[in-house]
């Protein structure tokens, strides 16, 4: 073996531009693949990052407009959620439905404290808004069902809003605050982080409906879920749910448009499963880009095996076996694309580590949410293993054609050639 | 010295397959003891390199039989036809065929290296058949830093050093002057009076045939006559 590399060795030095010149093309190979891999786990793990929190056993549905004539009612109905359906989901539906929450959204709000006032949105919200939307209570606490019962004129300010009023965020807490007109007890703050948007206040959802007379109506229904994370059993529940709905709001059981239901599990495999084409195409382009190399070391293992057809007659007639001449090109293939790999490999984490330390930490900022467009774009020690065992095979199919032409040679012909 | 038979061939015939087939070798029959130093002389085309190329188990035959030291050689796989040339023969060529880019000690260890003796071992044994040949001090040197006859030498000391049944040397003396020739020559000459090796000289050349003892003359793929040569009277190489 030692003896094997020593003659390589011997024989690459004979031929140093071409070796390099040929080393090359792996090492760009190589180069692009890691590059191109650390980018899509940019882009990835920007995304990840971006689409923040959400409790992953959610269900959202909203209300749609109608897309057939039903029971007396034309097409293009919009549909009102209302108390009702909260109470629907939450009974007909107990086996799946740990919890039913209704929300409504106000725009336009004037809040103010002191001489200050500010525009903000209102919501109103039931308690398990804290964990359906993941919010980070920092002070005081969130609406409580005691706060929905008798209908308290609390309040919870986002972080943000708070210190718009307060250069201590923590003394809002148990101050009065003024919200068209209604004065709220400010019981708790959370935090903006992984929220869009600007001011906000959330009051319980009882509360709102009382005071601005909204009624019955609800905007959106968000379901606490149970046994509904795949696919398959999302279809049904979505189905069964779809039906009570209809019966509730007089609409064609086969209506597509009249409700709209998100699954938060169901999307997360959804783009679990974008990711996984992403990084599949990314690997089949790094590949093609390395096959490229390999061809290219194929060519030239062809030309070196032509070159030394007498040497191998020599070898032959001296007592060289078929095998001792395969391995010899096959390990000479492999040593080149191994070590023209390796150092594209290096140069290919430097440069992920470089666009980490660059595009990595930049961020952009839409609506005060910090969006990342790139972050940590690099690969891992598994991928850098997987490239590896790539080019050992690499080397070992550019190697093997040339290495036959060498065996099949009669020694006979070797010798003569010239 | 006993008398086996180093040689046996028993009605070889070759064709090359072609365009136009080419009938080589017409029914070679011959004999050739142990310890022989025997030529094989013709002229171009005589099919006395093709008779050499099938001795040296580098090239097959049609037709006959072929035993070397009582053992038949016909079709054998790729790795015995290696074996037994690496261990039963020695080759000598008129080009030479050393390795480029391999220096002189290398050269000669090669054949050891395939029979997996250590480098340290070969190198060492390398070495001593070269300061036997004369070639000591140039055993780190290329060959293309060589002279001929200096080339021919490392090739013998190649062809001996892994203790073969038979020498063949294809024209050994093609590419060297009169003066080294008859080195070589000598050389060879040693080796079968003192080592009984056995040795099958292939050449067109009056001069180098009648340096061995017993001239096979062929002709148009078959055996003429063969001549014993006693006296080791030489002639003239035709330089």
């Given at each position: 073996m030692f003896d094997d590399l020593g003659e390589i060795w011997t024989h690459l030095k004979l031929n140093k531009l071409r070796t390099a010149l040929t080393g090359l093309s792996v090492s760009v190979g190589i180069f692009l693949l890691i590059t191109l891999l650390g980018s899509g786990n940019g882009l990835i793990n920007a995304f990840k990052a971006n689409r923040g929190g959400m409790a992953m056993d959610v269900v959202k549905v909203y209300p749609g407009i109608t897309d057939e004539a039903y029971g007396g009612w034309e097409k293009g109905r919009e549909i009102q959620l209302d108390n009702r359906d909260i109470r629907m989901a939450s009974g007909q539906f107990s086996d799946r439905v740990t919890e039913a929450a209704g929300q409504i959204s106000l725009s336009g709000g004037t809040m103010s404290y002191g001489d200050r006032s500010f525009s903000a949105s209102l919501g109103g919200y039931y308690p398990a808004n804290e964990h359906i939307n993941k919010l980070k209570i920092i002070y005081g606490r969130y609406i409580n069902n005691k706060d929905m019962e008798e209908r308290r004129k609390v309040i919870v300010l986002s972080e943000k809003t708070a210190k718009q009023f307060f250069?201590?965020?923590?003394?809002?807490?148990g101050k009065s605050l003024r919200v068209d007109g209604n004065v709220y007890v400010v019981v708790g703050i959370f935090s903006d982080e992984g929220r869009f948007g600007g001011m906000e206040g959330h009051i319980p959802f009882t509360t709102l409906q009382l005071i601005y007379?909204?009624?019955?109506?609800?905007?959106q229904l968000t379901l606490q879920t149970r046994n509904i994370s795949d696919a398959a059993s999302d279809s049904i529940f979505q189905r069964d749910f779809k039906k009570a709905e209809a019966g509730l709001h007089s609409f064609s059981p086969t209506d597509e448009g009249a409700i709209w239901m998100f699954n938060t599990a169901v999307g997360e495999e959804e783009t679990d499963k974008a990711m996984g084409y992403l990084n599949t195409a990314l690997w089949v382009i790094g590949l093609l880009t390395l096959l490229s190399g390999v061809v290219g070391i194929s060519n030239i293992m062809l030309i070196t095996v032509k070159e030394r057809t007498h040497e191998f007659g020599i070898r032959k007639a001296l007592g060289a076996r078929s095998w001792s001449i395969l391995r010899s090109v096959l390990l000479e293939s492999v040593i080149i694309t191994a070590i023209s790999g390796y150092i594209g490999l290096v140069c290919g984490i430097l440069m992920t580590e470089y666009l980490n330390a660059t595009a990595g930490q930049e961020t952009m900022t839409i609506a005060d949410q910090t969006m990342y467009t790139f972050l940590n774009p690099t690969v891992n020690m598994t991928v850098a293993i997987e490239a590896l065992f790539v080019l050992i095979v690499a080397g070992l199919v550019a190697g093997f054609f040339p290495a036959w032409k060498a065996v099949r040679v009669k020694p006979i012909e070797a010798l003569n050639a010239h | 010295m006993e008398q086996t038979t180093m040689i046996h061939l028993d009605g070889i015939h070759k064709t090359y397959q072609g365009a136009q087939p080419l009938h080589v070798l017409k029914g070679i029959s011959l004999d050739i003891k142990k310890g022989e130093f025997v030529s094989i002389m013709g002229a171009s085309g005589s099919g006395k390199s093709t008779l050499l190329n099938i001795l040296g188990i580098l090239d097959n035959y049609d037709e006959g039989e072929y035993l070397l030291n009582g053992v038949l050689i016909k079709n054998l796989s790729e790795t015995k036809a290696a074996d037994y040339r690496n261990r039963m023969i020695g080759f000598i060529f008129q080009s030479f065929n050393?390795?480029?880019?391999?220096n002189a000690m290398e050269n000669v260890a090669l054949p050891l290296y395939y029979q997996g003796v250590s480098r340290r071992k070969r190198n060492a044994l390398a070495l001593e058949y070269l300061e036997r040949l004369g070639l000591k001090e140039w055993?780190?040197?290329?060959?293309?830093?060589?002279s001929g006859g200096q080339k021919q030498r490392v090739a013998i000391a190649r062809a001996i050093i892994a203790h073969p049944q038979i020498i063949l040397a294809d024209?050994?003396?093609?590419?060297?002057d009169s003066k080294t020739s008859e080195e070589v020559m000598q050389l060879l000459r040693d080796l079968n009076e003192k080592k009984g090796m056995t040795i099958v000289v292939v050449t067109h050349e009056s001069g180098v045939a009648y340096r061995t003892h017993k001239v096979i003359h062929i002709k148009d793929g078959i055996i003429g006559k063969i001549e014993e040569?006693?006296?080791?009277?030489g002639q003239p190489y035709l330089k």
């Open positions: 250069s201590i965020v923590s003394d809002a807490i007379k909204t009624g019955q109506k609800v905007d | 050393l390795i480029p880019f391999k055993a780190h040197h290329l060959p293309s830093e060589l024209e050994p003396t093609g590419a060297l040569n006693k006296t080791m009277e």
